[in-house]
Nanobody
Framework: QVQLVESGGGLVQAGGSLTLSCAASGRTFGGSAMGWFRQAPGKEREFVAHINWSGTTTRYADSMKGRFTISRDNAKNTVYLQMNSLKPEDTAVYYC?????????????????WGQGTQVTVSS
C-alpha cells in the first residue's frame, strides 16, 4: 500500500504561481513512477504530468508545457508540481498518483494509488 497526501493548493490570481507537494508513505516510493492529474467540476479527470522513478523522464499535457514542472525528491518521498502563469482554466482539484511501475503514464487507470486531492482556484 502507498498513502499519498497532497498539499499546497489554494487561491491565486491569474498569472500567479503555486507549488503542490505530494508526500508518499508505505511501499517503496523510489521505484514508482508518479503522476499529477486534475479534475474540474463536471469534467473528467485530466492528465497533467508524470515523472519516472528516477526523475530523469517527464511528460506534460500540451496545455501545461512551459508553465508546469514536475519533480521529485526520493530522499523525502515527495513529488512536486510547480505551476507558473496560472490561468482561470487551471482551476480544479489536483491529484497525485503512484504507479506500481517505474515509468509514467498519462492514463489514470494505470495508477494504483491516489491522494485525496488539493483544490487550486485561479481567479481572473
Amino acid at each position: 500500500q502507498v498513502q499519498l497526501v497532497e498539499s499546497g493548493g489554494g487561491l491565486v490570481q491569474a498569472g500567479g504561481s503555486l507549488t503542490l507537494s505530494c508526500a508518499a508513505s508505505g511501499r517503496t516510493f523510489g521505484g514508482s513512477a508518479m503522476g499529477w492529474f486534475r479534475q474540474a467540476p463536471g469534467k473528467e479527470r485530466e492528465f497533467v504530468a508524470h515523472i519516472n522513478w528516477s526523475g530523469t523522464t517527464t511528460r506534460y499535457a500540451d496545455s501545461m508545457k512551459g508553465r508546469f514542472t514536475i519533480s521529485r525528491d526520493n530522499a523525502k518521498n515527495t513529488v512536486y508540481l510547480q505551476m507558473n502563469s496560472l490561468k482561470p482554466e487551471d482551476t480544479a482539484v489536483y491529484y497525485c498518483a503512484a504507479r506500481t511501475y517505474n515509468t509514467g503514464s498519462q492514463y489514470p487507470s494505470n495508477y494504483a494509488y491516489w491522494g485525496q486531492g488539493t483544490q487550486v482556484t485561479v481567479s481572473s
